[in-house]
């Protein structure tokens, strides 16, 4: 009887630790990070996870044209203001959404804020569930830039990542 104890036991021990080292966390290649800033009164805060070119084609080839991408890595990229503010001329209540966009290959982009800030990519993405969709012209640029990057200024902000520039106006109201 001692001895069949003790197997259940070493048995459960076993189960119990391979378990817990299958549900270790990898390590992510894209790191997170979180850009802050305040324009007017409003408090701006976008987190997002921070891919890398790697040498490889990132507009029409990782991030396809014409589909949603959630604007980063991993997670939704998050957009989060403590004030109503008006984007690009357009009402977006305070609150947190998850930020997509849809690239085209020619002409304005498609910016979007999502009521639902807490999503896996852009896989369970649902249109009906937009606060606000706007077109934002892209800009080239001359110098590549490796990791994406979000940056916060007095009067918006914008994304940076390879050659493209989206720059998004905001006042607060």
């Known amino acids: 009887m001692k001895k069949l104890k003790s197997i259940a036991i070493t048995l459960i021990i076993l189960f119990t630790s391979a378990g817990s080292f299958a549900q270790q966390n990898k390590p992510r290649i894209s790191l ?24 490889r084609e990132i507009w029409g080839g990782l991030v396809k044209f014409d589909s949603v991408w959630r604007a980063g890595a991993n997670e939704a990229t998050t957009f989060e203001t403590d004030r109503n503010i008006k984007i690009e001329g357009k009402l ?20 979007i804020f999502n009521k639902v800030p807490k999503q896996w990519g852009a ?5 009906s569930k937009d606060q606000l969709r706007l077109e934002i012209a892209p800009e080239r640029v001359a110098d590549k830039q490796e990791v994406l990057m979000y940056s916060i200024t007095a ?18 109201q």
């Open 123 to 127: 896989f369970k993405y649902d249109q």
């Open 32 to 55: 997170p990070d979180t850009a802050r800033g305040t324009i007017g009164k409003a408090n701006i805060i976008i987190a997002y996870s921070k891919p890398s070119v790697k040498n």
């Open 155 to 172: 009067t918006g902000f914008s994304l940076l990542w390879e050659n493209v520039v989206i720059p998004i106006r905001i006042k607060a």
């Open 92 to 111: 977006l209540p305070a609150g947190k959404y998850a930020f997509f966009l849809i690239p085209k290959e020619k002409g304005k982009w498609i910016t």
